[in-house]
């Protein structure tokens, strides 16, 4: 009986907690916006223009422990529609998306049983990938 009691309070206290005074730094993740295109054109990164919205979600993302952040935003087009992708950093975690007003219209996968939350079931059969728009760095 312990076990079904520990075995959950176990995973949930894995994922941490966020630092809330915790300043973003540039180096902390790459964003491939137009903010320093000379500098993104040396490096090779795509520019892409973000909406304010998710850009303000992504500079969020910098405020979490390293084992909190999403790995990676995504653009895709999905039913005509430009939305955004957030893969998550664990299997446990639903992986979002939202439109680019940051609404958020579900999660397709991801969760404790990888199905998601079922509010975009057709999102794998119907998203058409784009370009990654944000990637957290390795650590």
Do not use: R
């Amino acid at each position: 009986m312990i076990k079904f009691v520990l075995i959950p309070l176990a995973l949930m206290l894995s994922c941490g907690s966020t630092k809330s005074n915790q300043s973003a730094i540039a180096e902390d993740s790459i964003i491939t916006t137009s903010a320093s295109e000379k500098s993104l054109k040396d490096s090779g990164a795509v520019t892409v223009a973000l909406p304010i919205c998710i850009k303000n979600k992504i500079d969020s993302f910098k405020l979490k422990e390293a084992h909190e952040q999403p790995q990676s935003v995504m653009e895709y087009m999905y039913k005509g529609k430009k939305v955004y992708y957030v893969v998550m950093p664990c299997c446990d975690f639903f992986n979002e998306v939202y439109d680019e007003k940051c609404n958020y219209l579900g999660a397709p996968n991801g969760g404790f049983t990888g199905k998601g939350d079922g509010k975009i079931p057709d999102f794998d059969a119907e998203a058409k990938p784009g370009k990654t728009v944000w990637k957290a760095l390795e650590k």
